[in-house]
Protein backbone atom coordinates (compact mmCIF):
# COMPACT_ATOMS: atom_id res chain seq x y z
CA UNK A 1 0.00 0.00 0.00
CA UNK A 2 1.29 3.49 -1.00
CA UNK A 3 1.61 5.78 2.09
CA UNK A 4 2.33 9.51 2.55
CA UNK A 5 3.31 10.19 -1.07
CA UNK A 6 4.07 14.33 -1.35
CA UNK A 7 1.62 15.67 -3.45
CA UNK A 8 3.32 19.04 -5.05
CA UNK A 9 -0.03 21.80 -5.35
CA UNK A 10 1.70 24.97 -6.29
CA UNK A 11 0.05 24.99 -10.11
CA UNK A 12 -2.97 24.53 -7.93
CA UNK A 13 -5.79 27.04 -6.16
CA UNK A 14 -7.14 25.55 -2.64
CA UNK A 15 -10.12 27.10 -1.43
CA UNK A 16 -11.57 26.08 1.85
CA UNK A 17 -15.44 25.06 1.07
CA UNK A 18 -15.73 23.87 5.00
CA UNK A 19 -13.73 25.19 8.09
CA UNK A 20 -11.81 23.09 9.94
CA UNK A 21 -12.90 21.14 12.90
CA UNK A 22 -12.13 18.35 15.05
CA UNK A 23 -11.88 14.88 13.55
CA UNK A 24 -14.43 12.38 14.72
CA UNK A 25 -15.95 8.86 14.35
CA UNK A 26 -18.16 6.44 15.63
CA UNK A 27 -16.95 5.04 18.67
CA UNK A 28 -17.52 1.26 19.66
CA UNK A 29 -20.53 2.60 21.85
CA UNK A 30 -22.15 4.46 18.72
CA UNK A 31 -21.44 7.75 20.17
CA UNK A 32 -18.55 10.25 18.48
CA UNK A 33 -15.20 9.90 19.58
CA UNK A 34 -12.07 12.10 18.66
CA UNK A 35 -9.75 11.08 16.49
CA UNK A 36 -5.71 10.90 17.82
CA UNK A 37 -2.60 10.19 16.29
CA UNK A 38 -0.24 7.63 18.45
CA UNK A 39 0.85 9.95 20.42
CA UNK A 40 -2.39 11.20 21.39
CA UNK A 41 -2.62 14.06 19.01
CA UNK A 42 -5.79 15.81 18.56
CA UNK A 43 -6.55 15.64 14.62
CA UNK A 44 -8.63 18.35 12.40
CA UNK A 45 -10.04 18.27 9.34
CA UNK A 46 -10.65 20.56 6.80
CA UNK A 47 -12.55 20.40 3.44
CA UNK A 48 -10.94 21.97 0.30
CA UNK A 49 -12.05 22.76 -3.67
CA UNK A 50 -8.47 22.06 -4.95
CA UNK A 51 -9.16 23.29 -8.77
CA UNK A 52 -5.72 23.78 -11.51
CA UNK A 53 -4.27 27.23 -11.94
CA UNK A 54 -5.14 28.73 -15.83
CA UNK A 55 -2.44 27.70 -18.26
CA UNK A 56 -0.52 30.09 -20.89
CA UNK A 57 -3.40 29.52 -22.64
CA UNK A 58 -6.39 30.42 -19.91
CA UNK A 59 -7.32 27.04 -19.76
CA UNK A 60 -7.32 25.88 -15.74
CA UNK A 61 -9.33 22.59 -15.94
CA UNK A 62 -11.60 20.79 -13.07
CA UNK A 63 -11.16 20.95 -9.47
CA UNK A 64 -12.10 18.79 -7.08
CA UNK A 65 -13.32 18.20 -3.21
CA UNK A 66 -11.16 16.69 -1.24
CA UNK A 67 -11.11 16.25 3.10
CA UNK A 68 -7.83 16.65 4.33
CA UNK A 69 -6.59 15.46 7.78
CA UNK A 70 -4.60 18.04 9.31
CA UNK A 71 -2.23 17.34 12.39
CA UNK A 72 -2.00 20.44 13.98
CA UNK A 73 -4.68 22.82 15.22
CA UNK A 74 -5.25 25.36 12.87
CA UNK A 75 -6.74 27.81 15.94
CA UNK A 76 -8.92 30.81 13.85
CA UNK A 77 -6.67 31.05 10.82
CA UNK A 78 -8.68 29.88 8.46
CA UNK A 79 -12.49 29.96 7.46
CA UNK A 80 -14.83 29.31 4.86
CA UNK A 81 -13.89 30.55 1.38
CA UNK A 82 -10.44 31.33 2.49
CA UNK A 83 -7.88 30.47 -0.08
CA UNK A 84 -5.22 28.66 1.89
CA UNK A 85 -1.86 26.41 1.38
CA UNK A 86 -1.36 23.05 2.84
CA UNK A 87 1.88 22.51 4.62
CA UNK A 88 3.68 18.90 3.53
CA UNK A 89 0.56 17.82 1.91
CA UNK A 90 0.82 13.67 1.19
CA UNK A 91 -1.83 11.09 0.41
CA UNK A 92 -2.00 7.19 1.06
CA UNK A 93 -3.63 4.79 -1.34
CA UNK A 94 -6.38 2.80 0.87
CA UNK A 95 -8.15 -0.23 -0.52
CA UNK A 96 -11.40 -2.13 1.92
CA UNK A 97 -14.42 -4.89 1.25
CA UNK A 98 -16.92 -3.33 1.94
CA UNK A 99 -20.57 -5.25 2.02
CA UNK A 100 -19.07 -7.45 -0.70
CA UNK A 101 -17.65 -4.44 -2.57
CA UNK A 102 -14.19 -3.42 -3.51
CA UNK A 103 -13.63 0.64 -2.62
CA UNK A 104 -10.56 2.70 -2.76
CA UNK A 105 -9.50 5.88 -2.56
CA UNK A 106 -6.97 8.68 -1.66
CA UNK A 107 -6.61 9.55 2.03
CA UNK A 108 -5.34 13.58 1.98
CA UNK A 109 -3.40 14.56 5.29
CA UNK A 110 -1.55 17.46 5.72
CA UNK A 111 0.95 19.05 8.56
CA UNK A 112 -1.16 21.90 8.64
CA UNK A 113 -2.86 24.76 6.44
CA UNK A 114 -2.48 28.19 6.20
CA UNK A 115 -3.72 31.08 4.62
CA UNK A 116 -2.45 32.83 1.01
CA UNK A 117 -1.34 36.19 1.58
Not at 11 to 22: F, I, M, R, S
Not at 53 to 67: Q, S, V
Not at 73 to 98: A, C, K, M
Amino acid sequence: MLRNIPVELSGHKVLVTEAPTVKTREGKDGQPEVVTDRDGVTQYVVVLFVKPRPNADGYAGKGAEIKCTLETDPGDEVSDGDLVELVNPRVSHWENEIDGRQMSGLAWRAVAVKPVA
